[in-house]
């Protein structure tokens, strides 16, 4: 593999993939998530198709920092709300996702956006944090804001996940 940027000084070492399942049983969410952005895993397509990535992790935390461009447009010239929304659901799912024990997944049941303000490419590097609101032993609520680099909130989103064994993700 090699690496990949997903936005200038973004960089994948590892290029795009997915974390392997069998790793899901060794590692908790949060060492996951830490080997990730370490370097060990590739980072996900989605993240090189939007210009996004995960940056920092914490127990019950996940921050995402991205940056909307031209190819992300809607019709009249804004960046689509998919984009916005796209971004919030990482760090909401990723939020959780440092909460789980080896041998747990996730899965978005669902999730609500509130865009507030417009973002166009000249919006520049935004950062999304998500934060987890409350985990049980099958469900998990959390919560995300997307912010600009002066700090002005550009939308807010809360996510519940379904909590269950690896074991029954999708064979790949």
Known sequence: ????????GYLSPLGLGTI??????????????????????PAPPIGARLNFGLAEVSEGRAVFRGLPGERHL?????????????ILDSALAC?????????????????????????????GEVTCEGRVIQKGRTL????????DRDGRMLAFGTET??????????PR
């Open 95 to 123: 939020a959780v996702q440092t909460l789980l024990v080896p041998g747990e997944a996730y899965t978005t049941v669902e999730f609500k956006v509130n865009l507030m303000r417009p973002i166009t490419p000249k919006t």
């Open 74 to 86: 809607n019709p009249l010239g804004g960046v689509h709300g998919g984009w916005a929304a796209t």
């Open 140 to 147: 998990a609520v959390s919560e995300a804001s997307l912010r």
């Open 20 to 41: 392997p399942h069998e790793e899901l049983a060794k590692y908790s969410g949060l060492e996951l998530l830490q080997r990730m952005i370490d370097g060990m895993y």
């Open 161 to 170: 996940c379904s909590i269950f064994p690896a074991e029954r993700l999708a």
């Open 1 to 8: 593999m090699s690496a990949v940027e997903l936005f200038p």
